[in-house]
């Protein structure tokens, strides 16, 4: 794609009519190619040093997410304190870069985090189902916020998306973005595994960049299909294409279904290969997850060690 | 003379109830007591055996919790698979021992009713090593005998079934769950015995089975800290002892090689309490009342 002027895309976005032009212009899927891209980069072979710094990294990129109903405050704070360090027997492993919880559990998580760099993450606006009226969404943002969120985490409204109202797509994102002010960053959590086709993907991913999300996010982890390679590798693509045209760089955050350290190192891999380098840092790239730093922990000290670990020597979540 | 094409058999590993191949993809020949060809059996790497212990540490959940009972009767169950397939254990064990058919036969038979034998001792070993203990205080105190875990199994490496079915059911009868190594040499009735464990209402990785080079398997397994003990009948002296060392990080318990010149002798409950943990529960008989008695 030609680059242009930054403000490129405001026309785009001038009337429904230009945005469902623009969306609908974009090249479509090659699927069979892309899962095939995304299988064939999941076959490098990651060992020894290059595995280490790979598991550090992956660490480092660990969103570490408790959304049940069932949380209680006990189990944020340690999950908070888990956080911070994740292998208390070793203190060179990296604290994740944040934990990931409900609106109502951000004071606790912001306490059990204080005097770290964890960053809090709440979800917001009615997640999962994103089924409510906009102002309760807007509220449950300016309340995560008010809490001390570093980050919202909201989900699109995917009953508009896919009956092609993708006007009000994008207006509830630009709201909920300023409603997050300039002390949050947004992460747009598509739901990949409603979107259907990838064509799907792609236009929600422009769609979310272009109403000024900082980080688009595959899936809420309550579906049937979370994040996969090939949909990551899409999204990864789209900010790629996205910061040609326009300069702005966006991250991308797959969810839910993560849970092996060879799963993650795969997804890293996807990451170099289509983006570089400059997405290879918590700031631009992020695992939403519990259970996969538990593996990477493990991993982490086989590497140190010698011998396989167990489920004896991490915590039990 | 037919001039049907021979159908030879793939040999495969049995882990987490389904048979893959060799995680390295490298297999080794396995000849008889005459250096004959038999099959290649799979050279399995030290991955094979992480994933062994994952798959074995999924199943003893399942395995140790269910009843005495229900494990006596999938055990027995086993061994009539076993008993129709008598034909070609007796054949695989000929050829890897050496044995004539009827001393082969011998072997088959002794291992079946081994087998059955120990089915039979899933609910009657807390009678016997467990047992309420007088203790001088109002409480009812309570020895229980608990399975101690994951148990890596060194098969024996002269007695391919009889000595494989001689480690193997001790260890999951009392409800653990067991990575087997198989005899380095003669590995097939091993191989084959995963195929019945497979048709026999057996969780899928109470028994994961592996074949190779002994000493390369069982080195990751003996430091492997989610391994909880480890049954070292298959090792030499020197391997042994440096497994037992390996062994010793996580506290792992040991069992080591005994000399046994004739499998088929009645073995005892040796095998089986080796791989016991007594749990013991005190329990208040009831309040006690101004008179003493809370009866």
Not at chain 1, 206 to 233: Q, Y
Not at chain 2, 182 to 208: I, Q, R
Request: hydrophobic share 40%; proline share 5%; aromatic share 6%.
């Amino acid at each position: 794609m030609p680059s242009t002027a930054p403000n490129a895309l405001s026309d785009v976005t001038a009337s429904d009519s230009t945005l469902r032009r623009f969306l609908h212009g974009l090249p479509g899927v090659d699927a069979v190619g892309l899962e095939a891209r995304a299988a064939s980069l999941g076959t490098r072979s990651i060992k020894t040093t290059a595995k280490a710094y790979a598991i550090d990294l992956a660490i480092s990129m660990v969103d570490l997410t408790t959304l049940e109903g069932a949380d209680t405050p006990g189990k944020v704070r340690a999950l908070g304190a888990k956080a911070v360090r994740p292998d208390p027997t070793d203190r060179t492993a990296p604290s994740t870069a944040a934990v990931c919880v409900y609106p109502d559990m951000v004071a606790t998580a912001k306490e059990a985090v204080a005097g770290s760099d964890v960053k809090v993450a709440s979800v917001a606006t009615a997640f999962p189902a994103g089924r409510a009226p906009i102002a309760v969404k807007l509220a449950d943002v300016r309340e995560a916020v008010a809490a001390g969120a570093d980050e919202i985490d909201m989900v699109i409204d995917r009953g508009a998306f896919l009956a092609g109202n993708y006007r009000k797509v994008y207006d509830e994102i630009t709201a909920v973005k300023e409603a997050c002010g300039t002390s949050a960053r947004l992460k747009v959590i598509f739901e990949t595994g409603e979107l259907s086709t990838y064509d799907n993907i792609r236009r929600a991913s422009w769609l979310g960049m272009l109403a000024g999300a900082d980080f688009i996010k595959t899936s809420t982890g309550k579906v049937a299909v979370n994040a996969t390679p090939a949909n990551t590798l899409l999204m990864l693509e789209a900010v790629r294409d996205f910061r040609d045209r326009t300069g702005v760089q966006v991250g991308v955050k797959p969810a839910g279904g993560i849970r092996t350290t060879k799963d993650a190192v795969k997804f890293l891999v996807l990451v170099n290969e289509t983006v570089g380098e400059d997405w290879l840092d918590s700031h631009w790239f992020r695992f939403g997850a519990s259970s996969l730093l538990n593996d990477l922990l493990m991993q982490r000290q086989k590497l140190a060690t010698g011998r396989y670990s167990g489920p004896d020597y991490v915590t039990v979540d | 003379m037919s001039d049907r094409l021979t159908v030879l058999k793939t040999y495969k590993l049995y882990v987490g109830g389904k048979f893959p191949r060799s995680e390295s993809g490298r297999v080794y020949e396995v000849t008889d007591s005459k250096q004959n060809w038999l099959a290649n059996a799979p050279l399995s790497s030290r991955k094979d055996a992480r994933d062994a212990v994952v798959a074995a540490r999924k199943a003893f959940g399942g395995w140790s919790g269910a009843t005495a009972y229900n494990r006596g009767q999938v055990l027995y169950r086993v061994a009539e698979m076993l008993e129709g397939r008598r034909d070609q254990y007796v054949r695989e064990v000929a050829g890897a021992e050496g044995l004539s058919k009827s001393k082969a036969g011998d072997q088959v038979d002794a291992a079946i009713d081994r087998w059955v034998w120990y089915a039979g001792w899933t609910d009657k070993i807390a009678q016997v090593v467990g047992g309420g203990n007088p203790v001088a205080g109002p409480f009812f105190n309570l020895s229980s005998p608990e399975p101690t875990g994951v148990v890596a199994v060194l098969a024996p490496q002269k007695s391919s079934f009889l000595g494989l079915v001689s480690v193997v059911a001790p260890v999951i009868a009392t409800g653990n769950t067991a990575v087997v190594i198989a005899s380095e040499k003669s590995p097939l009735p091993a191989l084959s015995l995963g195929e019945v464990l497979a048709t026999s209402d057996l969780p899928g990785g109470v028994v994961n089975i592996l074949s190779g080079r002994t000493a390369e398997i069982a080195t990751p397994l003996a430091s492997h800290q989610d391994v909880n003990a480890i049954d070292l009948a298959g090792a030499d002296e020197e391997l042994a002892k440096e497994l037992e060392i390996a062994a010793a990080d996580n506290l792992k318990r040991v069992l080591r090689p005994q000399s046994v010149d004739n499998w088929s002798a009645a073995p005892g409950t040796d095998r089986m309490t080796a791989f016991l943990e007594t749990k013991t529960v005190w329990h208040p008989t009831g309040s006690l009342g101004a008179s003493g008695s809370a009866y």
